[in-house]
């Protein structure tokens, strides 16, 4: 799967309680610079949509282009 750009991912570390969001899973950040500006990530959550979550949920993770790809599939 060919990318044109390097996909950021993130962990949850904490969800507050957020049904939509499971500590220790994986998630792939979508590009929202104002949502960033304000603290907030954009993720696509458990629901299948993407919602802003707090940035502080989420710590970076640096993933290799298999583990991304593998992430990727059927999105």
């Keep these: ?10 962990l949850c570390v904490r969800n507050d ?6 500590p220790r899973k994986v998630y ?7 949502a ?5 990530l954009r993720i696509v959550d458990e ?3 993407d919602y802003l979550y707090p940035e502080s949920y989420f710590v970076p993770v640096s993933l ?3 583990a991304q790809d593998a992430l990727l599939v059927g999105r």
């Design 1 to 10: 799967m060919p990318r044109t750009r390097q996909n950021k991912f993130v």
């Design 47 to 49: 629901s299948g949509e």
């Design 64 to 66: 290799s282009s298999k």
């Design 36 to 40: 960033l500006h304000d603290g907030y």
């Design 17 to 22: 309680e957020c049904e939509d969001l499971e």
């Design 28 to 34: 792939r950040v979508l590009p929202d610079s104002k």
